[in-house]
């Protein structure tokens, strides 16, 4: 029975079920879904059941089968959903669908949340343009330029290596963070619950480091201590 | 050898996407290849008014994508040029009436065809960017030296990066150089400093460009002005020509020291 629920898995989606076929011999597998359908008849009466069936092999006379042997038991096989090419086409020859139409997700900016362990600083290798947006509990460093319109959140530390003119919250989750950057001029600067007051001028901009100290953010040349 | 798709896009509206669209597939045909051009902007096309092709237009892109017509009857040949072609947009629909795949197929069937194909793009960056960027092989973006339109840039810049169909080509519309002397406008080089991609094409700000965008005749159909010449430059930088960008002030040296930039980045 043990592996009879690893073998076949079987779970609610909103266009039926999704049935799961794990490893071993095509006849067993068939077999044992057959057995758990019978085992639950009522259960399956009249669903509607897509198959996932990985990399698997199928062809013409193995799917029809298991389709008509379905159909027997009032169950509509609607879709196979396979890595396999082979599988693919014939489930399409057969007029199954091939995908699980999901609603794509739309292309959201995702917030980098990396809480490794041991590590707690994501690194961007690329300059960050308008309307990207990058949070991390932990550090966040930048290779490239953070330009106007994107933001970056960290718990820790900001470091920039490239110019920085977007917008910075440092320090959500930790005292004593640091904001660095080769060139800056953000458009928002804020360190823990403290916001910059204003940019760093001109004598300022070029590898600073922005702190806090007494409760104020102050622009430093930013060495190496 | 099969047509490359160039799509025009922007992300803010009104910096001159169509304009360049039509200016450039005009360029194109002077230099006598084959061009199609395709009015992406479904519900609001404007592309036929700018090409003087208005009053031509019995199916559209909708019909062809929902089989009403064939692709052949949708194409209303210029009249001034043989080997230009619109495809306009339908005005009664919306961005949802046409998918990324359907761009993609009707594309493919132009491509063999064609030297070019080029898609005006609406504004935003929603569903009808991302119809015209899915069958783009190359895309342009037009921005103004303005704050808002750079930034808006950056933001396409970035979707365009996201949907790794980068890296994409500067256009610089509309460059006052008077104003820049003044220092009231962003220079080429802020601009370029900030967006980060190779630069195709300066256009200078031109009150020609508006009366032959009323009249349908686009202003690169003459070479006389200078805005009709910067766009038939950037179509000889399409085919692959190496053109210097063109000096709008002998006495100012903004242009040498841009184009040194440009051609230290090549």
Same mark, same amino acid.
């Given at each position: 029975?043990?592996?009879?629920?690893?073998?076949?898995?079987?779970?609610?989606?909103?266009?039926?079920?999704?049935?799961?076929?794990?490893?071993?011999?095509?006849?067993?597998?068939?077999?044992?879904?057959?057995?758990?359908?019978?085992?639950?008849?009522?259960?399956?009466?009249?669903?509607?059941?897509?198959?996932?069936?990985?990399?698997?092999?199928?062809?013409?006379?193995?799917?029809?089968?298991?389709?008509?042997?379905?159909?027997?038991?009032?169950?509509?096989?609607?879709?196979?959903?396979?890595?396999?090419?082979?599988?693919?086409?014939?489930?399409?020859?057969?007029?199954?669908?091939?995908?699980?139409?999901?609603?794509?997700?739309?292309?959201?900016?995702?917030?980098?949340?990396?809480?490794?362990?041991?590590?707690?600083?994501?690194?961007?290798?690329?300059?960050?343009?308008?309307?990207?947006?990058?949070?991390?509990?932990?550090?966040?460093?930048?290779?490239?330029?953070?330009?106007?319109?994107?933001?970056?959140?960290?718990?820790?530390?900001?470091?920039?290596?490239?110019?920085?003119?977007?917008?910075?919250?440092?320090?959500?989750?930790?005292?004593?963070?640091?904001?660095?950057?080769?060139?800056?001029?953000?458009?928002?600067?804020?360190?823990?619950?403290?916001?910059?007051?204003?940019?760093?001028?001109?004598?300022?901009?070029?590898?600073?480091?922005?702190?806090?100290?007494?409760?104020?953010?102050?622009?430093?040349?930013?060495?190496?201590? | 050898?099969?047509?490359?798709?160039?799509?025009?896009?922007?992300?803010?509206?009104?910096?001159?996407?169509?304009?360049?669209?039509?200016?450039?597939?005009?360029?194109?045909?002077?230099?006598?290849?084959?061009?199609?051009?395709?009015?992406?902007?479904?519900?609001?096309?404007?592309?036929?008014?700018?090409?003087?092709?208005?009053?031509?237009?019995?199916?559209?892109?909708?019909?062809?994508?929902?089989?009403?017509?064939?692709?052949?009857?949708?194409?209303?040949?210029?009249?001034?040029?043989?080997?230009?072609?619109?495809?306009?947009?339908?005005?009664?629909?919306?961005?949802?009436?046409?998918?990324?795949?359907?761009?993609?197929?009707?594309?493919?069937?132009?491509?063999?065809?064609?030297?070019?194909?080029?898609?005006?793009?609406?504004?935003?960056?929603?569903?009808?960017?991302?119809?015209? =960027?899915? *069958?783009? !092989?190359?895309?342009? /973006? @037009?921005?103004?030296?303005?704050?808002?339109? #750079?930034?808006?840039? +950056?933001?396409?810049?970035?979707?365009?990066?996201?949907?790794?169909?980068?890296?994409?080509?500067?256009?610089?519309?509309?460059?006052?150089?008077?104003?820049?002397?003044?220092?009231?406008?962003?220079?080429?080089?802020?601009?370029?400093?900030?967006?980060?991609?190779?630069?195709?094409? =300066?256009? *200078?700000? !031109?009150?020609?460009? /508006? @009366?032959?965008?009323?009249?349908?005749?686009? #202003?690169?159909?003459? +070479?006389?002005?200078?805005?009709?010449?910067?766009?038939?430059?950037?179509?000889?930088?399409?085919?692959?020509?190496?053109?210097?960008?063109?000096?709008?002030?002998?006495?100012?040296?903004?242009?040498?020291?841009?184009?040194?930039?440009?051609?230290?980045?090549?």
């Amino acid at each position: 029975m043990e592996k009879t629920a690893q073998a076949v898995q079987i779970k609610g989606i909103r266009e039926g079920l999704l049935v799961t076929l794990g490893e071993g011999d095509w006849q067993s597998i068939f077999q044992q879904l057959l057995d758990q359908i019978e085992q639950n008849s009522a259960f399956f009466q009249g669903a509607r059941l897509a198959l996932e069936v990985g990399n698997r092999v199928l062809h013409a006379a193995e799917l029809g089968t298991l389709r008509d042997r379905l159909a027997d038991r009032n169950i509509t096989l609607w879709a196979v959903l396979s890595q396999s090419l082979v599988t693919e086409q014939t489930a399409q020859m057969l007029g199954l669908a091939t995908r699980i139409s999901t609603p794509r997700p739309e292309r959201t900016i995702k917030p980098l949340d990396t809480s490794l362990e041991g590590e707690n600083a994501v690194l961007l290798q690329r300059t960050l343009r308008s309307g990207f947006s990058v949070s991390s509990r932990g550090h966040v460093v930048v290779i490239g330029d953070v330009n106007p319109g994107a933001e970056i959140v960290a718990g820790g530390s900001v470091v920039v290596w490239g110019k920085l003119k977007g917008s910075v919250r440092a320090g959500i989750e930790e005292e004593g963070a640091v904001v660095c950057a080769l060139f800056m001029e953000p458009s928002l600067l804020r360190i823990g619950e403290i916001e910059a007051s204003r940019s760093p001028d001109k004598k300022e901009q070029n590898t600073v480091m922005a702190l806090v100290k007494d409760s104020q953010i102050v622009f430093e040349t930013w060495k190496i201590k | 050898m099969p047509g490359t798709v160039v799509t025009i896009t922007s992300g803010k509206g009104g910096v001159g996407k169509t304009t360049t669209t039509a200016n450039l597939a005009v360029s194109l045909a002077l230099a006598g290849d084959k061009v199609v051009c395709i009015d992406g902007d479904i519900g609001l096309r404007n592309l036929d008014v700018v090409l003087g092709l208005e009053n031509r237009i019995v199916y559209d892109l909708v019909d062809v994508v929902e089989g009403r017509c064939r692709l052949r009857q949708a194409m209303i040949r210029d009249k001034r040029l043989n080997e230009l072609y619109l495809i306009p947009a339908a005005q009664t629909r919306d961005k949802s009436a046409v998918s990324p795949s359907d761009m993609v197929r009707v594309c493919d069937e132009l491509r063999p065809e064609f030297d070019w194909i080029l898609i005006d793009s609406p504004a935003g960056i929603e569903r009808g960017f991302r119809n015209v =960027i899915a *069958p783009a !092989d190359l895309i342009l /973006v @037009v921005t103004n030296p303005e704050v808002s339109a #750079v930034r808006d840039a +950056d933001r396409i810049i970035g979707l365009i990066e996201a949907e790794e169909k980068g890296p994409a080509k500067l256009i610089l519309n509309r460059l006052n150089i008077n104003m820049v002397k003044r220092g009231d406008m962003l220079t080429g080089e802020d601009v370029l400093e900030l967006l980060a991609i190779e630069l195709i094409g =300066i256009i *200078p700000e !031109d009150e020609s460009v /508006v @009366v032959s965008t009323n009249r349908g005749q686009p #202003v690169a159909l003459d +070479d006389k002005t200078k805005a009709g010449k910067a766009f038939q430059n950037i179509a000889r930088r399409l085919k692959g020509e190496k053109v210097p960008f063109l000096n709008l002030d002998e006495k100012s040296d903004f242009f040498h020291r841009l184009s040194k930039i440009f051609s230290g980045g090549e």
